[in-house]
């Protein structure tokens, strides 16, 4: 039973379903910069997936850890692509 | 290993996270092989990590899973620095 009805479990199927749209666009998405955008969105999700996991104190750290490592990561790649020294 | 009461209660429910982050993890590693540019693969592997490390949390294992997003971006810092954006100069 996947998709059983609990009104607590409606925050989570939100954040997983947004998770899979921004995956799917990602994959199908020509151009770079672009596909960092739904990178970005995928990781809201995904911070959002993991808050709403498990009832504990340390799972709003990891979050909070995942949140911001990916944050740096994603604008890590984009800065390396979009920016530079040849664009001045 | 047994885990305590509020963690074996919340692993009743959780085949649709293992469902939507199982997905998510080998769209990921598809995107890692079949891209030709090394930014696609480096956001591939972004989106490989985003599956994986909710699993481990939803494993228990929360201070590994600290650890590992805090190490994810630095080796693809570390990547991008190898393989940086390929300018005309050199």
Same mark, same amino acid.
């Given at each position: ?28 998405? &020509?151009?770079?910069?672009? &596909? ?7 990781? @809201? ?15 709003? @750290?990891?979050?909070?850890?995942? @949140? ?12 390396? @692509?979009?920016?530079? &020294?040849?664009?001045? | 290993?047994?885990? +305590?009461?509020?963690?074996?209660? %919340? ?10 982050? =199982?997905?998510?993890?080998?769209? =990921? ?21 985003? =599956? ?12 590994? %899973?600290?650890?590992? %997003?805090?190490?994810? +971006? ?17």
């Amino acid at each position: 039973m996947i998709f059983a009805y609990d009104a607590a479990m409606i925050p989570t199927y939100i954040c997983g379903i947004v998770a899979l749209y921004a995956v799917i666009r990602v994959l199908t998405e &020509k151009k770079t910069l672009k &596909k960092l955008v739904l990178l970005n969105v995928m990781n @809201f999700a995904i911070t959002g997936l993991i808050v709403l996991s498990i009832p504990d104190i340390m799972a709003l @750290f990891a979050g909070i850890a995942y @949140f911001v490592g990916s944050t740096l990561e994603s604008n890590a790649i984009a800065s390396t @692509f979009a920016g530079g &020294k040849a664009n001045e | 290993m047994r885990l +305590p009461a509020h963690l074996q209660e %919340a692993k009743q429910m959780n085949e649709f996270y293992i469902l939507i982050l =199982g997905l998510i993890a080998i769209l =990921g590693a598809i995107s890692v092989y079949f891209k030709k540019s090394p930014f696609d693969k480096l956001i591939g592997l972004a989106v490989m990590m985003g =599956g994986v490390i909710p699993l481990i949390v939803l494993k228990g294992y929360l201070d590994v %899973a600290v650890l590992v %997003a805090i190490i994810m +971006p630095l080796t693809t810092i570390f990547i991008l620095q190898a393989t940086g954006r390929n300018t005309d100069e050199s």
